[in-house]
């Protein structure tokens, strides 16, 4: 999608109820109801549970069914929005002491190649600092 479309979404959308980009239902946020307690099924009872020497690692949910679709349609169908609600999730479930206890933090970004970020047009790693 370029530039001049998603320019004439998001206008429109000030106007018309936006759609939810997993399943085309009507949507008041990144996503319709259903896809966010789809999403929300996803999330890992202990996130923490790979907190393991020598490479101690924090994941929110498994990688499969919505979240895999939501990750999917946020590199490779413009919605880098469905990665707010993500977000929040992860650093609530961090907050809440489901992580590593007392461990320090260390958010690594995945390089992304120029060809890759021209193709998609935005890279998320660059929000994150
Ligand atoms: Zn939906």
Redesign the pocket.
Known sequence: MGNWTDTLKRFLNLFLKSH??????P?EGE??R???RQLQRCQLANPGQLWQYPMPVFVWGAYSGTLKRAIAAIKYENHPELARPLGHWLGDAWRNGKGAAGGNLTVVPIPLHAAKLKKRGFNLSPDLF
């Open positions: 939810c980009p997993l399943c085309q239902r949507a996503l319709c259903y896809c966010h």
